[in-house]
C-alpha cells in the first residue's frame, strides 16, 4: 500500500483492458467497428484490451462513448469484495472501492452506485505521470482536493501548481489536464457534477 496515498495495488489487478473487451463483447461490436465510432485504430484498441498498452484518459473517453457505456461501467470490481449486509444504498466502504487501473494513473471509485448526475474518485498519479497527451474538453462540472504531493493542472492552457490541501473547480468544457512532475506519487480527490446541457447547446 503507498503510504501517502492509501491506494493498494490489490485493487488493480484487473487492466481496464480487460473490461474494455467484455463490455465490446457485449455490445455486439467488432473491433474495426469500434475504432471507426471512436476514432482509435484497431492496433491501439487491441493492445489496450490484451494489456499491452494503458490507455490515456482522452484515449479511455472516446472508447467509453462510442460505445455508450457509463463511466461507472468502466471500473473493475474490488480484487476482494466485502459484503456489508444490510448497509445503505448511499453508502460506499473503504474495502469495496472499483478501480480503473490505466498503469501510472488510477482511478478510484468513490460513489455509492450509478450516480449520473455525481461521480467522486480518487486519481493516483505515478510520478512523471499525467492524464494523456492531450486536454480533455466534454460538458461537465469539475472540482476537486489534493489529497496527497504536487501536481499541475491545466486549464485553458493555463498551467497551475498544486499542493496537499489545495482545490480547484471549473467548467469541463474548458480543455485540461492532470500531471504529476514531482519525484513522488500524487492523489487527488476529483468531482464530475451534473451536466448542464442548456450552457453547452
Do not use: C
Not at 43 to 56: D, F, K, T
Not at 91 to 119: C, F, M, S, W, Y
Not at 170 to 199: T, Y
Amino acid at each position: 500500500m503507498d503510504q501517502k496515498s492509501g491506494f493498494s495495488a490489490e485493487h488493480s489487478e484487473e487492466h481496464v483492458g480487460a473490461t474494455l473487451r467484455l463490455l465490446r463483447k457485449q455490445k455486439g461490436m467488432s473491433l474495426k467497428a469500434l475504432a471507426e465510432a471512436s476514432g482509435v485504430s484497431v492496433g491501439m484498441i487491441s493492445q489496450v484490451e490484451r494489456g499491452l498498452a494503458n490507455p490515456s484518459v482522452r484515449l479511455l473517453t472516446s472508447l467509453r462513448r462510442a460505445l455508450n457505456v457509463s463511466f461507472q461501467e468502466l471500473f473493475a470490481k474490488p480484487a476482494s469484495e466485502t459484503e456489508h449486509e444490510g448497509d445503505a444504498d448511499f453508502v460506499r466502504r473503504a474495502d469495496n472501492r472499483p478501480v480503473i487501473d490505466l498503469g501510472d494513473l488510477q482511478k478510484e471509485l468513490l460513489t455509492p452506485t450509478d450516480k449520473p448526475h455525481l461521480q467522486l474518485m480518487i486519481i493516483h498519479i505515478d510520478a512523471g505521470a499525467e492524464s494523456g497527451g492531450w486536454a480533455l474538453s466534454y460538458p461537465a462540472e469539475k472540482g476537486g482536493l489534493v489529497l496527497a504531493g504536487e501536481v499541475i493542472l491545466s486549464v485553458d492552457g493555463r498551467n497551475v501548481a498544486l499542493s496537499q490541501g489545495d482545490s480547484f473547480a471549473f467548467d469541463g468544457m474548458r480543455p485540461h489536464s492532470l500531471s504529476n512532475v514531482s519525484s513522488e506519487p500524487a492523489s487527488v480527490l476529483w468531482i464530475i457534477g451534473a451536466v448542464q446541457f442548456d450552457r453547452h447547446l
